[in-house]
């Protein structure tokens, strides 16, 4: 079975840290990503990664920044966490790979982690 | 970019019943997937459906692509089942673009 592992269910963290959501899959499968889950807003894409070192936008990077040094693994950070960064954070993976900008397609299934509930005080 | 539909926004059953969720989309799409969110928030896969009929145990699912929709079938409902049911579509590239979900309940 496919297994994505996100480090924390549950964080709580204060305005202005720095924080460190870490997610790792064991299919060897290309592409991350990371969204978050608010009520009314529904899924929102934060980043992605296709390949070890690379990372495009997704919907709303504003506030985040990745790391993908390892394929099997993506980080998201915060560098300044806001009240408004409270959020459920979903992290996933898929198989297929290459930029959209290259050309390149994403056909594969997404499976997803357990999720991380933040809270920022 | 492309539109997901779902409907109906709430469903709630009788422990036994049967049930259909709709999702549509606005454009052509080459992958199209239906999760079911528990109470503990983890997204669960059900189905990996862009086109065709697939059934597992009590679920099963058709897309009609040609038509822009798809639908999710559940039999004989148990609470276990309750929660929210997503539709997430993509045309040709790399994102899902999710529905805003099927809250279902499933009472005793």
């Known amino acids: 079975d496919v297994k994505v592992t996100q480090s924390s269910r549950y964080l709580v963290k204060r305005t202005g840290e720095k924080v460190f959501l870490e997610c790792v899959q064991d299919?060897?499968?290309?592409?991350m990503f990371w969204y978050r889950q608010d009520p009314g807003l529904g899924l929102r894409l934060i980043y992605f990664s296709y390949d070890v070192k690379m990372k495009e936008k997704g919907d709303i990077p504003e506030g985040y920044s990745v790391s993908r040094e390892k394929k099997e693994r993506f980080s998201l950070i915060l560098e300044s966490a806001s009240t408004n960064q409270t959020s459920m954070y979903l992290c996933?993976?898929?198989w297929g790979g290459g930029s959209r900008l290259a050309g390149g397609e994403f056909t594969g299934e997404l499976f997803f982690g357990e999720g991380s509930r933040l809270t920022v005080l | 970019g492309i539109q997901v539909e779902q409907s109906p926004p709430d469903l709630i059953l009788q422990e036994g019943a049967n049930s259909t969720l709709r999702c549509n989309f606005s454009?052509?799409?080459?992958?199209l997937q239906w999760f079911h969110q528990n109470p503990w928030g983890q997204l669960i896969n059900l189905f990996y459906i862009p086109s065709g009929t697939k059934q597992n145990g009590r679920l099963s699912a058709t897309t009609v692509a040609t038509e822009r929709y798809s639908l999710l079938y559940i039999s004989s409902s148990q609470t276990t089942d309750s929660g929210v049911y997503f539709c997430a579509v993509a045309p040709n590239d790399y994102k899902l673009s999710f529905g805003a979900g099927t809250t279902v309940t499933v009472r005793a």
């Open positions: 996933a993976s898929s």
């Open positions: 454009d052509s799409v080459n992958n």
């Open positions: 299919m060897d499968h290309e592409n």
